[in-house]
């Protein structure tokens, strides 16, 4: 049981590229997230699904892009590559049954810099 | 809205003495309050949460934090600080919505001198 991974662990792009990063988890979990957290500041969700084919926005989804065919996987994709997309990204995953009171699971980040 | 503030952006404390890290949120509604701790080049890992019942609510590696629901207040408390502990500590509110997701104050570092 290897919970919640992540790759890259670190990346630099150059400004226009494009990327994606990759979450797995393997606990069966339904709910998955995509965080941000920029130097001084607290996580901020990006994207979150509640089911394979089942995707929405968080709080700062713009220039993002996800997809979730697969319960496992959780990829986030930036398309674009601007500098404001310098980050560490942490994806998480909720025990099945989506409720507040469930634990979320973090991975352990991709730390990506845009220059 | 929902909103989480840790006031103390960075904390020292001698080995062995005890610690207290403030949390103040604003949830119209019973919150749902965690706390995370990051270890530096780490995930996040929970060290505890409330939802209900007792107010003082224990957690791993020796923490505890008390909800206090008329100071807005669910602070992390440790006893005796190990070198171990340094690291970011992350206080969250869960939220009611489509996600039921969370959202985090700033966090507070802490770091412990022998």
């Known amino acids: 049981n290897a919970g919640v991974t992540q790759t890259p662990k670190f990346r630099i792009l150059k400004i226009g590229q494009s990327m994606t990063l990759q979450c797995a988890q393997d606990?069966?979990?339904?709910?998955m997230y995509w965080y941000r957290q920029d130097p001084g500041m607290g996580l901020k969700l990006i994207y979150y699904?509640?089911?394979?084919?089942?995707?929405d926005k968080g709080e700062v989804p713009n220039g993002y892009n996800v997809s979730r065919s697969t319960t496992e996987d959780f990829p986030l994709r930036l398309e674009l590559a601007a500098p404001s997309q310098t980050s560490v990204y942490f994806c998480?995953?909720?025990?099945?049954?989506?409720?507040?009171?469930?634990?979320?699971?973090f991975g352990p980040g991709t730390r990506l810099t845009v220059l | 809205a929902q909103s989480v503030t840790q006031p103390d952006i960075h904390i020292t404390v001698s080995e062995g003495a005890s610690l207290e890290l403030r949390c103040n949120y604003s949830?119209?509604?019973?919150?749902?309050l965690f706390w995370y701790v990051q270890s530096p080049g780490q995930g996040l890992q929970l060290l505890l949460k409330?939802?209900?019942?007792?107010?003082l609510v224990q957690g791993i590696k020796g923490f505890e934090a008390e909800f206090k629901r008329s100071q807005s207040s669910f602070n992390l408390r440790k006893p005796s600080v190990h070198w171990s502990d340094a690291a970011e500590y992350f206080c969250?509110?869960?939220?009611?919505?489509?996600?039921?997701?969370?959202?985090f104050g700033t966090g507070t570092r802490l770091t412990v001198i022998p």
């Open positions: 949830y119209g509604a019973t919150p749902y």
């Open positions: 969250a509110v869960g939220a009611y919505g489509g996600a039921n997701n969370l959202f």
């Open positions: 409330y939802f209900s019942g007792d107010t």
């Open positions: 606990m069966n979990h339904n709910y």
């Open positions: 699904s509640v089911g394979a084919g089942i995707t």
């Open positions: 998480a995953s909720r025990t099945p049954t989506g409720q507040l009171t469930d634990t979320q699971y």
